[in-house]
């Protein structure tokens, strides 16, 4: 079936690091891919999709490229900030799935000034 | 405009007892979701309702009962609760589910002791 992997976490960077923070997938056909961020004490919100190959999904600085021949969909961020400490999970939705999100496990993310 | 509303936001429950989680959404969306997050697992879809009158089981769905009362509101129902239900629960909706983005609320923290 569909699966999720992400690093294991927590990563911890001072403010300014370059920040990576890998995902692959496994899937039948093609998936749509997303990264939702989780602030502490709050709901998920998205951050970013990719619905096709080679496909670049953006917002606020950070940057995932869908890539079907190595199954990936790692999130960059040239320059973090204190308020990017969150939990990120990566996902995916699978064709005439109904929307259904599968999620990996969460990464911990957090930025010391 | 509200997006996702969760009642309760928390809760404790003893080994046996039975609950409604409520969620409630304004933005006219026609699927909705019901996930459980526990530590170093991610999110798992218990189930959703692709639209108004219809519901399905997701990954972990044993131990829930799902309505969804009109197009609003989406209850997840805990008929004999069990230490191992103990997680936060998380609503979702979206507005036809594949790559649409999915709208989170706070989330309910739920003890079963």
């Known amino acids: 079936g569909n699966s999720v992997t992400q690093m294991e976490g927590p990563v911890t960077l001072s403010e300014e690091a370059f920040l990576t923070i890998n995902c692959t997938y496994t899937?039948?056909?093609?998936?749509?891919l997303f990264w939702y961020v989780q602030y502490p004490g709050e709901g998920l919100q998205l951050l970013l999709k990719a619905t096709k190959a080679d496909d670049k999904g953006s917002n606020k600085g950070f940057e995932a490229t869908y890539r079907k021949e190595t199954t990936s969909f790692h999130l960059e961020k040239g320059s973090v900030q204190v308020s990017d400490s969150a939990v990120y999970f990566c996902a995916l939705s699978g064709r005439n799935q109904g929307g259904k999100l599968i999620f990996g496990q969460g990464t911990e993310l957090s930025v010391k000034p | 405009n509200a997006g996702v509303t969760q009642t309760p936001k928390f809760q404790v429950l003893k080994t046996g007892q039975s609950m409604t989680l409520q969620c409630a959404q304004d933005m006219n969306h026609n699927s909705m979701y019901w996930y459980r997050q526990d530590p170093g697992m991610g999110l798992r879809l218990i189930y959703y309702s692709a639209s108004e009158g219809t519901t399905d089981k997701g990954e972990v769905p044993n131990g829930y009962n799902v309505s969804r009362l009109n197009k609003r509101e989406f209850s997840l129902r805990l008929e004999s609760a069990a230490p191992s239900q103990t997680s936060v629960y998380f609503c979702?909706?979206?507005?036809?589910?594949?790559?649409?983005?999915?709208?989170f609320g706070p989330g309910t923290r739920l003890t079963v002791l």
């Open positions: 899937a039948t056909g093609y998936p749509s």
């Open positions: 979702a909706s979206s507005d036809s589910g594949g790559a649409d983005t999915q709208y």
